[in-house]
């Protein structure tokens, strides 16, 4: 099993549709998680880090599920922009961030 | 804008080429990170430096040679690199270790002839 699954997509959706990304991950042991964002031929870009109370930022919503290993990411209300990769980040063991393999979004007109 | 300043940020190189990647973070960081990424594919990580001192290198060839000058520069010195070296190099930052929120440089787009 890999460190840290997703579904790779592409996800699409139109405007103003709500749409979720879930990211399973196998080190129990894990305690830090983050959503970064990647454009085409750009660097990743922090979205959130995710707490065990979940948390939100606008129309973005990310929630971690310890016992489930998987920590998920809402984006409600999608906007053209909001077209991207969604790479979920994990540290594994010996304390290494571990990138999933990333989930592409399409929202369309 | 990126508070983690790359450059070059396209390089074409011969094979018998020696050039350097250059990195500079000012917002008094202590770890540093060299990633390669293929189209497609998440980052990889390469060399991790922490208090300027090389912590992890993840068995990258030695044509791949990183220098920590201080804590706020990371170099990627490159020498007779292979066609299959052509990637995305991408330089971050923590505030002090691997478990924490990175923050990425642009990027410099490699191709190799």
């Known amino acids: 099993r890999k460190e840290v699954e997703q579904d790779p997509g592409p996800f699409n959706v139109p405007e103003g549709a709500t749409v979720a990304f879930n990211c399973t991950y196998s080190n129990s042991a894990s305690q830090s998680f983050f959503w970064y964002r990647q454009d085409c031929r750009k660097e990743p870009k922090l979205l959130m880090s995710?707490?065990?109370s979940g948390n939100e930022d606008g129309r973005f919503t990310a929630q971690l599920n310890r016992a489930s290993q998987y920590i998920s990411l809402l984006i409600r209300d999608s906007k053209l922009s909001d077209s991207a990769t969604y790479l979920c980040v994990v540290n594994g063991g010996f304390q290494k961030l571990v990138f999933g393999t990333g989930t592409r979004l399409l929202v369309s007109p | 804008d990126t508070e983690v300043t790359q450059t070059p940020k396209h390089l074409v190189m011969g094979m018998t080429n020696k050039k350097s990647l250059k990195c500079e973070q000012h917002m008094g960081h202590r770890a540093m990170y060299w990633y390669k990424q293929k189209a497609k594919k998440p980052p990889e990580l390469m060399f991790v430096?922490?208090?300027?001192?090389?912590?992890i290198n993840e068995s990258v060839p030695s044509r791949f040679s990183p220098e920590c000058p201080n804590s706020s520069l990371l170099n990627l010195h490159l020498h007779a690199l292979q066609p299959e070296d052509s990637a995305l190099y991408l330089c971050a930052s923590s505030q002090r270790g691997q478990d924490e929120k990175l923050f990425f440089g642009s990027g410099t787009q490699l191709s190799v002839l």
């Open positions: 430096y922490s208090y300027e001192k090389l912590s």
């Open positions: 995710v707490y065990s």
